[in-house]
């Protein structure tokens, strides 16, 4: 049996961040990863970062894959050629519903090579809780983690990671704290577990902490999938909204060359309905590299990677997520990087 690892957690809580450093930490210990990475309209820019770190990157651009694209994901699971060695990580976006994807990958009889799924939650401890009406769908994520891994704790006070191990315990989240290292050392344990002894770790391989009972018939109604209300899509800004948790993304077409000052100017004014940015750019500053950039949240700082002279994705671009976005002032903010006004 091969390894199934789904990484959780709210937009822009870290779980790219996280890959990159998983990763490495798996191939020292010689393991074979491939990812699939799932999120609004353009997986590919995320994919895009993990370039030369995994042996395969595949994308899942759109619906949840707990929903609308979970026969992408089956198909896409279902093609993993397995071997000793290989493990499987799928990044799940940000409004993914956890519990529902875990019962749906564990009852799907295509599946059975895989073990169940081992969920990773990515606790952003900076923003934990702070997300107003959507702190319920980042507590939903957690609880039903078998693991747990907080980031950015280098950025916050100790006062504040005491405030959120304490909501934690309070909201009973079980999932076991790991660093990077010993994740790593609990996934290729499990994958030698898996390889030496199948049937008898398979009904024990991952217990995803949500309480339930995963080896009954696979004919389980799923009494709570939610819908997606796909509305007006736009010929550069196709729009997914997400019925239950409120969600909508756009994407826009970038100029192919842009000033630094000006894009950084656009993605520090940003409306507050922007809970991501996410994208690629070309700065006029540095000629023939591109750089993927992202923004969360209204206060914090836009980051940028540089992934080369060619990436795969060659399209400058936007892509904003957030609830009830203000589409025209989205678009006027990117016609006045085109014309040059900012």
Same mark, same amino acid.
Request: net charge negative.
């Given at each position: 049996?091969?390894?199934?690892?789904?990484?959780?957690?709210?937009?822009?809580?870290?779980k790219?961040?996280?890959?990159?450093?998983?990763l490495?930490? %798996?191939?020292?210990?010689?393991l074979?990863?491939?990812v699939?990475i799932n999120? +609004?309209?353009? @997986? $590919?820019?995320?994919?895009?970062?993990?370039?030369?770190l995994?042996?395969?990157?595949?994308?899942?651009?759109?619906?949840?894959?707990?929903?609308g694209s979970?026969?992408?994901?089956?198909?896409?699971?279902?093609?993993?050629?397995?071997?000793?060695?290989?493990?499987?990580?799928?990044?799940?976006n940000?409004?993914?519903?956890?519990?529902?994807?875990?019962?749906m990958?564990?009852?799907?009889p @295509?599946l059975?090579?895989?073990?169940?799924?081992?969920?990773?939650?990515?606790?952003?401890?900076? $923003?934990w809780?702070?997300?107003?009406?959507?702190?319920?769908?980042e507590?939903?994520?957690?609880?039903t983690?078998?693991?747990?891994?907080?980031?950015?704790t280098?950025?916050?006070? @100790?006062a504040?990671?005491?405030?959120?191990?304490?909501?934690?315990?309070?909201?009973?989240?079980?999932?076991?704290?790991?660093t990077?290292?010993s994740?790593?050392?609990?996934?290729?344990?499990?994958e030698?577990?898996?390889?030496?002894?199948?049937?008898?770790?398979? &009904?024990?391989a991952?217990?995803?902490?949500?309480?339930?009972?995963?080896?009954h018939?696979?004919?389980?109604?799923?009494?709570?999938?939610?819908?997606?209300d796909?509305?007006?899509?736009?010929?550069?800004?196709?729009?997914?909204?997400h019925?239950?948790?409120?969600?909508?993304?756009? &994407?826009?077409?970038?100029?192919?060359?842009?000033? $630094? $000052?000006?894009?950084?100017?656009v993605?520090?004014?940003l409306?507050?309905?922007v809970?991501?940015?996410?994208? %690629?750019?070309?700065f @006029?500053?540095?000629?023939?590299? +591109?750089?993927i950039?992202?923004?969360?949240?209204?206060?914090?700082?836009?980051? +940028?990677?540089?992934?080369?002279?060619?990436?795969?994705?060659?399209?400058?671009?936007a892509?904003?997520?957030?609830?009830?976005?203000?589409?025209?002032?989205?678009?006027e903010?990117?016609?006045?990087?085109?014309?040059g006004?900012?």
């Amino acid at each position: 049996m091969t390894p199934l690892v789904l990484l959780v957690g709210f937009l822009g809580s870290g779980k790219t961040t996280f890959l990159k450093g998983i990763l490495p930490a %798996l191939q020292e210990r010689r393991l074979r990863p491939a990812v699939i990475i799932n999120d +609004y309209q353009n @997986a $590919r820019v995320d994919a895009e970062q993990l370039t030369g770190l995994a042996s395969e990157v595949s994308a899942i651009s759109g619906d949840c894959v707990c929903c609308g694209s979970r026969e992408e994901l089956v198909s896409a699971l279902e093609r993993f050629e397995h071997a000793p060695g290989r493990i499987v990580l799928v990044e799940t976006n940000g409004t993914t519903d956890s519990e529902q994807l875990i019962e749906m990958l564990a009852l799907e009889p @295509a599946l059975k090579a895989f073990s169940l799924p081992v969920q990773l939650s990515v606790v952003d401890a900076q $923003r934990w809780q702070k997300r107003f009406w959507h702190n319920a769908l980042e507590r939903e994520q957690a609880r039903t983690a078998s693991h747990l891994f907080l980031s950015r704790t280098d950025t916050v006070p @100790a006062a504040r990671l005491a405030d959120v191990e304490a909501s934690l315990e309070h909201l009973h989240i079980r999932g076991r704290r790991v660093t990077l290292a010993s994740f790593a050392e609990e996934i290729a344990a499990l994958e030698a577990e898996l390889r030496d002894e199948p049937q008898r770790t398979a &009904e024990k391989a991952a217990c995803c902490g949500c309480g339930h009972d995963h080896a009954h018939d696979h004919a389980h109604d799923h009494a709570h999938d939610h819908a997606h209300d796909h509305g007006g899509r736009h010929h550069d800004a196709p729009d997914h909204r997400h019925a239950d948790h409120h969600f909508s993304s756009m &994407e826009i077409s970038l100029p192919e060359v842009v000033s $630094r $000052r000006s894009f950084h100017h656009v993605l520090k004014h940003l409306p507050d309905e922007v809970i991501r940015a996410k994208g %690629l750019v070309h700065f @006029a500053e540095s000629p023939g590299e +591109y750089f993927i950039f992202q923004k969360v949240d209204r206060f914090d700082e836009p980051q +940028y990677f540089p992934v080369g002279r060619e990436p795969k994705v060659k399209t400058p671009l936007a892509l904003f997520i957030g609830p009830d976005l203000p589409e025209e002032k989205l678009r006027e903010a990117v016609a006045a990087l085109r014309e040059g006004g900012i």
